[in-house]
């Protein structure tokens, strides 16, 4: 079992920065893929970001590449989810994923494990 518990969400204006972390405990950190997905009021779950066991690989939507960086302390347990030049339309609840397998993905059904979440507000 992997137990996941995200912080850092919270109200920010459009333009500003957030860094949200997802602490993991339970396994083996390094043997975990991670991702970050949000959910927005009316829509369906979608991804975000995602980072391989050992940090070397990284993946983002198209609607976030250049703005949110994704990195990971595998001493500390840890995923983060830096967010630069925040819009209005990433307003959503931000939860962080593990995947237990030998291929990284970007789909939220392939991932085993996952935080309660975190709400991000971005006021225009």
């Known amino acids: 079992q992997v137990q996941l518990v995200e912080s850092g969400g919270g109200l920010v204006q459009a333009g500003g920065s957030l860094r949200l972390s997802c602490a993991a405990s339970?396994?083996?950190?390094?043997?975990?893929?991670m991702g970050w997905f949000r959910q927005a009021p009316g829509k369906e779950r979608e991804f975000v970001a995602c980072?391989?066991?050992?940090?070397?690989?990284?993946d983002y939507a198209d609607s976030v590449k250049g703005r949110f960086t994704i990195s990971r302390d595998n001493a500390k347990n840890t995923v983060y989810l830096q967010m630069n030049s925040l819009k209005s339309e990433d307003t959503a609840v931000y939860s962080c994923?593990?995947?237990?397998?030998?291929?990284?993905?970007?789909?939220?059904?392939?991932?085993?494990?996952w935080g309660q979440g975190t709400q991000v507000t971005v006021s225009p």
């Open positions: 994923a593990a995947l237990l397998a030998p291929v990284i993905t970007t789909r939220p059904d392939d991932y085993n494990y």
């Open positions: 339970g396994r083996t950190f390094g043997i975990l893929h």
């Open positions: 980072i391989g066991r050992n940090g070397a690989y990284t």
